[in-house]
């Protein structure tokens, strides 16, 4: 059964165009059976390949469901992110979900976190048998047990890229992220707002094409910078999130 509630899909690529139409299509194919009302938002993250022209040609044929962000420059995975989101605000989205556009995850999964939301704010997926190098693997590990001591998050999986979040939630976190620590400020967000996130097993295919960024030195670099910059932001911040929701999504909270 379907949800009636409006459901954004939020698909960052960068140069994906080997895998970028099949995925965008799946996506279209299964969703109906999971929300009656959707929209896919794909940002193109300043590819270099012909992402852009692909993802322009998808949503000719569909511009009911599909619309396609434009960043001329890369902005790294959390602005590729918040892009996304912006746009799924603007299309009056009630639950905003985001997924890689890898062809890694299967959007059927998204079956298993929807109905969870009855009783959670969130719901996050962790990668059951995870496809990907030993070495990778290993950094996610240390990544994990970092992230639970700087900002509390204990999820099995914190850069799963396959959650669901309400809308009224993401409007009000205020997202500062543009790299790989987009995933750990919501869930630092929900948090300090009290939220209960639940946890789901999905499926994580190999990748088959295109090249995966997360591990590359500088990439890793960077992520540790913002995750302390992070760190202090949030320890500054006056207003934790939750006095920023409306008092109808308040209301619910613990």
């Known amino acids: 059964m379907s949800i009636p509630e409006r459901l954004a899909v939020v698909l960052p690529a960068y140069n ?20 009656t009302d ?25 511009p009911e469901h599909v619309r396609v962000v434009h960043q001329q420059v890369n902005s790294g ?17 009630d639950l905003v979900f985001f997924m890689d556009s890898d062809g890694q995850f299967d959007i059927s999964d998204l079956g298993s976190l929807l109905p969870r939301l009855a009783g959670s704010d969130a719901v996050v997926g962790y990668r059951n048998n995870r496809n990907d190098p030993p070495l990778r693997r290993l950094n996610a590990a240390g990544w994990g047990w970092l992230m639970g001591v700087l900002f509390g998050v204990h999820v099995r999986d914190v850069n799963c890229a ?26 630092a ?18 990748r088959t094409t295109g090249e995966a960024t997360g591990a590359r030195p500088a990439v890793i670099a960077k992520a540790f910078h913002e995750a302390f910059r992070l760190r202090l ?17 308040r209301a619910s909270r613990r």
């Open 189 to 206: 967000q929900a948090r300090r707002a009290g939220l209960k996130v639940a946890q789901v097993p999905v499926r994580h295919r190999p």
């Open 16 to 35: 994906e165009e080997g895998v970028i139409r099949p995925t965008v299509e799946d996506v279209l194919a299964k969703l109906p059976k999971l929300a």
């Open 77 to 93: 995975y959390g602005g590729a992110l918040r892009a996304g989101f912006e746009a799924a605000l603007e299309a009056s989205a």
């Open 38 to 62: 959707h929209v896919v938002v794909v940002v193109d993250d300043g590819s270099r390949d012909a992402t852009g022209e692909i993802l322009d040609q998808l949503a000719r044929q569909d």
């Open 233 to 249: 932001a949030l320890a500054r911040e006056a207003a934790p999130v939750v006095e920023r929701l409306p008092v109808r999504a």
């Open 162 to 187: 396959f959650k669901v979040f309400r809308a009224d939630f993401v409007r009000a976190a205020r997202l500062r992220s543009r790299g790989a620590m987009i995933s750990t400020e919501l869930l």
